[in-house]
């Protein structure tokens, strides 16, 4: 059975089809990347999975039952995290209160186990020796580390990315791709990206949308190598 679905899943924001009828199905521990030029709709799908946003029609479903009305924070609780594509980062706060607080509220984890469960999150994310660091004085890469480390602190089951890889240099992109593969074992991810080098590696699957739309979903290789790819996506 998946771990998350959508079914004719649409959303409009006046006239505009946002979301478009799209059957999306995730399944337990599968790493999914979610493609598509500006303003597809990639943002606004991952919107409704969370529960940020309700659609105008259809269904969301998480192992199998309909979580469509259940809020945003029944849903963390349920096992859905996102990273941001603007990190929201409390800034006057240290890295490590800014994890505690999803290990607390979204784990629902205290004492000891809180503080070793903060500890890995920080280890696995590199940024252990920033732990006491203002956020807002972290620069663009830690962030993005600080983004991830918060939507794992919660333990959820789906990681949901958003442009977690945009702005960074090549290197940089390396050493994020590290802490979501450390990420990874027992966690089903959809990750949005623009950049193909990031999304190889960790997506063994590919879903292209554009306009709302989902246009096409298969294996990395067969999707990238698509016509339909190069002429929509890249704009050929
Ligand atoms: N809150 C909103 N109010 C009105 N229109 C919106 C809102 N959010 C998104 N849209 C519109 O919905 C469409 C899809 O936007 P969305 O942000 O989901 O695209 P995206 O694929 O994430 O794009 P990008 O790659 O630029 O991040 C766009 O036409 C956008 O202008
Ligand atoms: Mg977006």
Request: hydrophobic share 45%; charged share 25%.
């Given at each position: 059975?998946a771990?998350?679905?959508?079914?004719?899943?649409s959303?409009?924001?006046?006239?505009?089809?946002?979301?478009?009828?799209?059957?999306?199905?995730?399944?337990?521990?599968e790493?999914v990347?979610?493609?598509?030029?500006?303003?597809?709709?990639?943002?606004?799908?991952?919107?409704?999975?969370t529960?940020?946003?309700?659609?105008?029609?259809g269904?969301?479903?998480?192992?199998?039952?309909?979580?469509?009305s259940?809020?945003?924070?029944?849903?963390?609780?349920?096992?859905?995290?996102?990273?941001?594509?603007?990190?929201?980062t409390?800034s006057r706060?240290?890295?490590?209160?800014?994890?505690?607080?999803p290990?607390?509220f979204?784990?629902g984890?205290?004492?000891?186990a809180?503080?070793?469960?903060?500890?890995?999150?920080?280890?696995?994310?590199?940024?252990?020796?920033?732990?006491?660091?203002?956020?807002?004085?972290?620069?663009?890469?830690?962030?993005?580390?600080?983004?991830?480390?918060?939507a794992?602190?919660?333990?959820?089951?789906?990681?949901?990315?958003?442009?977690?890889?945009a702005?960074l240099?090549?290197p940089?992109?390396?050493?994020i791709?590290?802490?979501?593969?450390?990420?990874?074992?027992n966690?089903a991810?959809?990750?949005v990206e623009?950049?193909?080098?990031?999304?190889?590696?960790?997506?063994?699957?590919?879903?292209?949308?554009?306009?709302?739309?989902?246009?096409?979903d298969?294996p990395?290789d067969?999707?990238?190598a698509?016509?339909?790819?190069?002429?929509?996506?890249?704009?050929?």
């Open positions: 059975m771990i998350l679905a959508t079914e004719n899943v959303r409009q924001f006046g006239s505009v089809f946002a979301v478009e009828r799209v059957d999306l199905t995730l399944n337990a521990g790493s990347g979610l493609i598509g030029p500006n303003g597809a709709g990639k943002t606004t799908l991952l919107s409704l999975l529960g940020d946003l309700r659609p105008s029609s269904k969301i479903l998480m192992d199998g039952k309909d979580v469509t259940l809020p945003l924070y029944a849903r963390v609780r349920a096992g859905i995290a996102r990273a941001a594509q603007i990190p929201k409390f706060l240290s890295v490590r209160e800014n994890v505690s607080l290990a607390f979204g784990a984890l205290a004492g000891d809180a503080s070793e469960w903060i500890d890995e999150v920080l280890e696995m994310s590199g940024l252990s020796d920033r732990a006491g660091k203002q956020a807002g004085a972290l620069g663009l890469l830690d962030r993005k580390r600080l983004e991830l480390a918060k794992v602190a919660s333990k959820p089951r789906v990681l949901l990315l958003d442009e977690v890889a702005g240099t090549e940089e992109i390396a050493s791709k590290e802490v979501i593969l450390r990420l990874q074992p966690r991810i959809v990750w623009h950049i193909p080098f990031a999304l190889q590696g960790v997506c063994s699957r590919i879903v292209v949308m554009d306009k709302g739309s989902k246009l096409l298969g990395f067969e999707v990238w698509s016509e339909t790819l190069q002429s929509t996506y890249m704009g050929t």
